[in-house]
């Protein structure tokens, strides 16, 4: 089956320790996007990538950083410098960023708790 | 930036209509609008999307007002598996890329 995995479902962390989230995908997309929702609120977009070996900040990036070396992978990591890094974490992924009308896929999140 | 207004709940009886309205006064003319649908402890799921006009597929229609200031989901025949937060998203071009800006979506409770 194509689609997104992202792993783990859970982590936990003490404060102070940098951490990276994994996603990948098979869907064979070159557009990749990680967001951060809090409770009760929306999603808001940290770091995305239209191609391989390129990666764009988005509206909350201080805090995080992003790698894509291969097309199937784009690993979120949220460092110590990340003020309030417990969130539920998902990343997506679409055909490509310039269509008008390409959805975005998504995975079935990270919940990281950091104490 | 573009922003979307939505309810935040609604409740909805098991096999009737449900209609979900979204306001997005400052849309500009190439942001298209897009659903999508969250349960709990999961990602969105896509329902819908539409430029200016009305659109339906095997989950949804939406419908689009003329000056593209609203738009309604419509869910025809509700079912307990509809329960979820459906968000109203602009999907607007900057940057040289399509960006998603999601509002605060609308929980849907459906009453069996």
């Known amino acids: 089956d194509g689609g997104i995995t992202q792993s783990p479902k859970y982590l936990f962390r003490k404060e102070g320790q940098n951490v990276t989230l994994s996603c990948e995908q098979n869907?064979?997309?070159?557009?990749m996007y990680w967001y951060r929702q809090d409770p009760g609120q929306g999603l808001r977009l940290i770091y995305y990538s239209q191609i391989v070996n390129d990666f764009q900040k988005g509206d909350i990036a201080e805090g995080y950083s992003v790698s894509r070396e291969k097309k199937e992978s784009f690993p979120l990591t949220v460092t110590s410098a990340q003020k309030n890094p417990t969130a539920f974490y998902l990343c997506a992924s679409s055909i490509d960023s310039t269509g008008s009308s390409y959805e975005q896929y998504f995975g079935p999140g990270t919940r990281l708790t950091v104490t | 930036d573009a922003k979307t207004t939505q309810p935040n709940s609604m409740e909805s009886n098991e096999e009737e209509p449900v209609h979900l309205p979204c306001n997005h006064s400052t849309i500009s003319g190439t942001d298209y609008i897009h659903w999508y649908r969250q349960l709990p402890s999961q990602g969105p799921e896509y329902v819908i999307h539409g430029l200016t006009s009305n659109v339906n597929n095997r989950m949804a229609s939406l419908a689009i007002a003329e000056d593209r200031k609203s738009s309604t989901l419509i869910l025809h025949r509700a079912t307990l598996r509809d329960a979820a937060v459906y968000y109203c998203?602009?999907?607007?071009?900057?940057?040289?890329?399509?960006?998603?800006?999601f509002g605060t979506g609308t929980r849907l409770k459906v009453l069996a």
């Open positions: 998203i602009l999907r607007a071009f900057t940057s040289g890329t399509y960006k998603y800006i």
């Open positions: 869907l064979n997309h070159d557009a």
